[in-house]
């Protein structure tokens, strides 16, 4: 079988293929360069902020929260560099053993970190634990370095710290984890206080640290400080001796509170029970209240003299004006004092502390003249100090009083003050009869009046008598002999008032001991309130309890701002005299 001769192939047409080629290049040419035209020119914008956003971030700068400090330039509250934890929780969530090790090391409990990042498995941040001390940080840099942990970065934040604890705690108050006032001065000048962090162009490297600083956004503005008028020494004493008492007598709580006269400048205010501020922030909010102007007491007979002053004022009596303190009956209930002292003069009155005599002097003037008086020294109005949470008081309208209320109001009951409404109120029997505004803040001299004008709101010729009237409560023959003060002349006025119980009327065995008082008597530099509330150890009498209290902070009070004696002992004198050179 014969075969077909072959045929001679046609060689392929490399021209076409040529130009197909080369149409190809040129297509992909094209969508290469115009790729790049589209990301260079105007999708420019878009992909430096993707590339920043994997190199550069905004830091904060941290700022320090003002110093809050006493009227002697003593810290009280003051914020101290600390440093936080975060971490990464995508790179950490496949480390299980990882976040059990950073848990023991931070004392965190591992499960509940590793629910939290879990969590948040999906973000790029999350607090670990937040301002921790430089002890611990070093610490937990040593862990990650040891066991090369990855994800976890520190930031920079101030933590506030209070020297004085307890002693201050309800005065200044404190800050939240976010370093916001929550109470107390921290709360009150907030606004003056806080800081504004700064903000910062950082680069970072592979690991989200940063290694260099691009540029400052925004400056950090640190807070302003505050000046207190409170006296560091002055408070410790009076913290000292407040809590000594409440406990001496098994009470409930206590309040005292020390005024300057010439300035209206708080000097030292203090309650009994306390809190440390540094870790007891979420401690039961009964220890936490300022009752020294949150607290209400009916201020029994620290209320007499105001009484008197407003009879002498509107003349219905004289000094030399006499009383029968025989139990005495108005509407029906029987008014009665603790003895029967017979006749007394004004001055007796208070001396002895008569509820007679005082209701006999009242019932001499209108409903509205009394509640005229107690309204202008402040009772039913807060003392205007700026602090939050502060009580108004209650002072119901004259215009409701039946006559018993008149009465009852005359001895203290029937209306509710808190201590420091009460220490503004014999603050104007201090000061001549004028009433100053309070202030916690301290008056710059070169920018204020040392002593700041106020209100008339009594004659000075009526505040002088008051003063010399009160003074016999202050002696061997008054009721708060205990509050005399060697060297001397105190002047004050005790009040043991029942406590309410509510529709049940006035417990039979709970009472509030209180003493209101001022020194020098003839000048007063200082005005002090003391109460003691539910003493419960025997003794309730404001004489016993409260009046030892002012003995003992007075005395320090004088002596810490070197007011010279104006009552010497014979022997003082004598000594007086011989450093002077004078002959006895």
């Known amino acids: 079988m014969s075969r077909a001769p072959l045929q001679p192939r046609s060689a392929p047409d490399l021209r076409l293929r040529r130009r197909l080629l080369m149409l190809g290049l040129a297509v992909a040419f094209g969508i290469l360069t115009a790729g790049v035209f589209y990301r260079q020119v105007i999708q420019n914008e878009f992909l430096q902020r993707e590339g920043e956003a994997r190199y550069l971030r905004d830091a904060v700068i941290p700022a320090r929260r003002g110093i809050i400090t006493d009227r002697n330039g003593e810290p009280l509250a003051v914020s101290t560099p600390v440093e936080t934890v ?50 611990e940080a070093q610490a937990l840099r040593s862990v990650i370095a040891k066991h090369r942990i990855e994800g976890i970065d520190f930031e920079n934040e101030y933590r506030r710290f209070y020297p004085g604890a307890e002693v201050f705690a309800h005065v200044i108050g404190y800050t939240n984890i976010e370093d916001r006032g929550q109470e107390g001065i921290e709360l009150a000048y907030d606004r003056i206080l806080k800081a504004e962090p700064g903000l910062k162009r950082v680069i970072q490297d592979g690991r989200r640290r940063a290694v260099q600083e691009v540029e400052q956004v925004r400056p950090a503005r640190p807070g302003h400080d505050l000046a207190l008028t409170l006296d560091r020494r002055l408070q410790y004493l009076a913290y000292r001796e407040l809590k000594a008492a409440v406990t001496e007598h098994r009470a409930k709580g206590g309040s005292l509170v020390v005024l300057d006269v010439a300035s209206g400048e708080v000097l030292a205010m203090v309650n009994q029970p ?47 004006s006499h009383f029968s303190t025989e139990p005495y009956t108005v509407a ?20 002895k502390s008569s509820n007679v005599g005082a209701v006999k002097i009242a019932q001499k003037m209108s409903y509205e003249t009394l509640w005229r008086l107690y309204d202008r020294l402040g009772f ?5 100090i700026g602090f939050p949470g502060e009580s108004p008081g209650r002072l119901r309208h004259y215009s409701t009083w039946r006559p018993f209320e008149h009465a009852t109001h005359a001895f203290g009951y029937g209306l509710s003050v808190t201590p420091m409404q009460l220490a503004q109120a014999y603050l104007v029997l201090a000061a001549d009869g004028v009433k100053r505004p309070l202030t916690l803040l301290k008056r710059d001299p070169s920018m ?3 002593s700041p004008s106020g ?15 009160m003074e016999t409560v202050v002696s061997e023959q008054g009721t708060a002999k205990l509050a005399m003060i060697p060297g001397y ?18 417990a039979s065995n709970r009472y509030q001991s209180v003493f209101a008082g001022f020194v020098p008597a003839h000048q007063p530099h200082f005005v002090m309130v003391v109460m003691i509330d539910e003493p419960s150890a025997g003794e309730y009498y404001g004489g016993v309890v409260a009046a030892p209290i002012f003995q003992r902070v007075m005395e320090g009070a004088l002596r810490l701002f070197n007011v010279p004696p104006d009552n010497p002992a014979p022997s003082m004198l004598l000594a007086a005299q011989h450093n002077q050179g004078v002959k006895p």
């Not at 209100?455 to 009237?469: D, F, G, N, P």
């Not at 002349?489 to 006035?506: F, L, N, Q, V, W």
């Open 332 to 351: 029906g209930n029987v008014v009665r004092d603790v003895h029967n002292y017979g006749t007394l003069d004004v001055t007796g009155i208070i001396t």
């Open 455 to 469: 209100v008339r709101i009594l004659s000075r010729e009526t505040a002088q008598r008051l003063r010399a009237m």
């Open 380 to 384: 039913g109005h807060t003392t205007g």
């Open 489 to 506: 002349r105190a002047a004050g006025k005790t009040g043991t008032a029942k406590k309410s119980a509510g529709h049940a009327g006035y």
């Open 86 to 135: 975060w971490c990464d929780p995508r790179r950490l969530v496949n480390q299980p053993d990882r976040i059990i090790l950073l848990a023991r090391t931070l004392d965190l409990d591992p499960a509940f970190l590793r629910d939290r990042i879990e969590a948040n498995r999906d973000k790029g941040f999350l607090y670990v634990k937040r301002r921790i001390s430089l002890d």
């Open 448 to 450: 204020r009046p040392e």
């Open 274 to 320: 306390s809190f440390n501020p540094n870790s007891e922030r979420n401690s039961n909010p009964e220890r936490r209240r300022n009752r020294t102007l949150t607290d209400l007491m009916e201020p029994g007979s620290t209320l007499k003299p105001f009484v008197v002053a407003a009879a002498l004022e509107t003349g219905v009596i004289t000094p030399a």
